[in-house]
């Protein structure tokens, strides 16, 4: 089955420490993205990605990081300087170029600083 | 820039009732897309529709109904009969016609059937 899968679903940090969110797609997207989820805030684009080797920041990168080795995978890690990481995040993908088209989503890894 | 706005963060029903979701957006490009994703408790977003800013025709879709209005830039959601089933979080979106474009979301509405 195609789709997109997020690992894991909850993470556990401890404050200081950076974390890596995974990401994988198997729809032959070019493009992906990483949302972040907060209560009432709806959705935040973090990065977002149009092909392997090219990133571009969102409206809350600060904070984060990404990487785009591979078309199927885009890696997001919350690094120490991201003063409050407690959010659920998304991974989406589409296809690029075509603005018509609609994004897929994971279904999210919910990150909590203990 | 681009912005959604959904005015109502919940709506409670009783099971049967009909509701409307109201989304508004805002943006300077002739050219776009419209949006509605369901976000269930389990977490992942659903594509439930799409619409360019050249079609203005309203769609249904089983108990589903969307009214795109250009004149008052809204797109909204009606779901008639409502069912337990469609309690969930409801996201209205934006995306324009130019170079790297990303959806724009809106805060999301909750909706609550209760039986």
């Known amino acids: 089955d195609g789709g997109i899968t997020q690992s894991p679903k909850y993470l556990f940090r401890k404050e200081g420490q950076n974390v890596t969110l995974s990401c994988e797609q198997n729809?032959?997207?070019?493009?992906m993205y990483w949302y972040r989820q907060d209560p009432g805030q709806g959705l935040r684009l973090i990065y977002y990605?149009?092909?392997?080797?090219?990133?571009q920041k969102g409206d809350i990168a600060e904070g984060y990081s990404v990487s785009r080795e591979k078309k199927e995978s885009f890696p997001l890690t919350v690094t120490s300087a991201q003063k409050n990481p407690t959010a659920f995040y998304l991974c989406a993908s589409s296809r690029r170029g075509t603005v018509n088209t609609e994004a897929f989503f994971g279904q999210g890894t919910r990150l909590t600083v203990v | 820039a681009q912005k959604v706005t959904q005015a109502q963060t919940e709506i409670s029903v009783v099971e049967k009732e009909d509701v409307t979701l109201d989304c508004v957006y805002e943006t300077r490009d002739t050219t776009y897309y419209l949006f509605w994703y369901k976000q269930p408790p389990s977490g992942e977003l659903v594509f439930l529709i799409r619409r360019n800013s050249f079609d203005e025709q309203n769609e249904i879709s089983g108990r589903y109904s969307w009214n795109f209005q250009k004149s008052t830039s809204s797109f909204n959601f009606t779901i008639t009969a409502s069912q337990v089933v469609d309690s969930a979080v409801y996201f209205c979106a934006l995306r324009v016609d130019s170079g790297y474009s990303t959806l724009t979301f809106g805060k999301g509405t909750m909706l609550l059937v209760s039986p």
């Open positions: 990605s149009q092909i392997v080797n090219d990133f």
């Open positions: 729809l032959n997207h070019d493009a």
